[in-house]
Nanobody
Framework: QVQLVESGGGLVQPGGSLRLSCAAS????????MGWYRQAPGKQRELVAA???????DYGDSVKGRFTISRDNAKNTVYLQMNNLKPEDTAVYYC??????????WGQGTQVTVSS
């Protein structure tokens, strides 16, 4: 069974930064792709960023150049560094891991609110 524990959300002003973390546990998680999705009120869940075990990354168009995904394979942890945050980045952010994303393994979600 895969378990995901997220942390790092909060309230930040426009232009500010936040760093999200997601620690994964369970069989074979170290071999999986890891990623972040987000869902704003009234909108569909969308890919923010994903990373393979080898470090190959993929980003949603709206966050390219502002967000950076990374992972620590020794700790089975994925990070999302979010810079130059905008009000439209406000959403619940979810961690996801699997051989193919999105998978059925989701974290509990962490709220990110960008507001002055």
């Amino acid at each position: 069974q895969v378990q995901l524990v997220e942390s790092g959300g909060g309230l930040v002003q426009p232009g500010g930064s936040l760093r999200l973390s997601c620690a994964a546990s369970g069989s074979f998680v170290g071999f999986y792709r890891m990623g972040w999705y987000r869902q704003a009120p009234g909108k569909q869940r969308e890919l923010v960023a994903a990373i393979s075990r080898g470090g190959t990354t993929d980003y949603g168009d709206s966050v390219k150049g502002r967000f950076t995904i990374s992972r620590d394979n020794a700790k089975n942890t994925v990070y999302l560094q979010m810079n130059n945050l905008k009000p439209e980045d406000t959403a619940v952010y979810y961690c996801n891991v699997g051989a193919v994303l999105p998978s059925g393994y989701w974290g509990q979600g962490t709220q990110v609110t960008v507001s002055s």
